[in-house]
T-cell receptor
Framework: DQQVKQNSPSLSVQEGRISILNCDYTNSMFDYFLWYKKYPAEGPTFLISISSIKDKNEDGRFTVFLNKSAKHLSLHIVPSQPGDSAVYFCAARYGGSQGNLIFGKGTKLSVKP | DGGITQSPKYLFRKEGQNVTLSCEQNLNHDAMYWYRQDPGQGLRLIYY???????QKGDIAEGYSVSREKKESFPLTVTSAQKNPTAFYLC????????????FGDGTRLSIL
């Protein structure tokens, strides 16, 4: 059973508007969440992370929100740019684990000029 | 520049052959990981190593083997026992312990002839 779910396989947004990518999880023992961006035939690139003790983390155009009661996190990209077009993976880490991550299946974001 | 190097980028294997994928990092990270990505799927953990001369099975270790003789290197062997080896293989590394992001190489695509 999937512990990290990205229910939207794809998302299309107009350049300059906000992109919101969503991620749900089932395990309350996760203590650290990450977002990765991946272009075709390349490895994922780390974007932003959030600890379970916070509800928001911001880095430039990227903001991650965490709602622990709903077991939901989201990545906001404002403003969206064509170069943001990629697959975005949500990942979660078990608390106290050796750093192993559980990944969602990814959401393909297309930002149209 | 520091980073993770995976080679080769593309690899072809005949059925019944073992093949070894290379992963080298110069980030001075203690922990290293191997993932497999299939189309439309997230990353699934094959093996991981927190320290030299020690490694642990991940979620899908059957048909794979690894070694960790040096801190910088974590080669993955896909054996003939792996029935469906065609996939995109990703190597990652991180600082061991605590919530740290994993950094990825650019992957090796393995195909069966």
């Amino acid at each position: 059973d999937q512990q990290v779910k990205q229910n939207s396989p794809s998302l299309s947004v107009q350049e300059g508007r906000i992109s919101i990518l969503n991620c749900d999880y089932t395990n309350s023992m996760f203590d650290y969440f990450l977002w990765y961006k991946k272009y075709p035939a390349e490895g994922p690139t780390f974007l932003i992370s959030i600890s379970s003790i916070k509800d928001k983390n911001e880095d430039g155009r990227f903001t991650v929100f965490l709602n622990k009661s709903a077991k939901h996190l989201s990545l906001h990209i404002v403003p969206s740019q064509p170069g943001d077009s990629a697959v975005y993976f949500c990942a979660a880490r078990y608390g106290g684990s050796q750093g192993n991550l559980i990944f969602g299946k990814g959401t393909k974001l297309s930002v149209k000029p | 520049d520091g980073g993770i190097t995976q080679s080769p980028k593309y690899l072809f294997r005949k059925e019944g052959q073992n093949v070894t994928l290379s992963c080298e990092q110069n980030l001075n990270h203690d922990a290293m990981y191997w993932y497999r990505q299939d189309p439309g799927q997230g990353l699934r953990l094959i093996y991981y190593s927190q320290i030299v001369n020690d490694f642990q099975k991940g979620d899908i270790a059957e048909g794979y083997s690894v070694s960790r003789e040096k801190k910088e290197s974590f080669p993955l062997t896909v054996t003939s026992a792996q029935k469906n080896p065609t996939a995109f293989y990703l190597c990652a590394s991180s600082i061991a312990g605590g919530p740290q992001p994993q950094h990825f190489g650019d992957g090796t695509r393995l195909s069966i002839l």
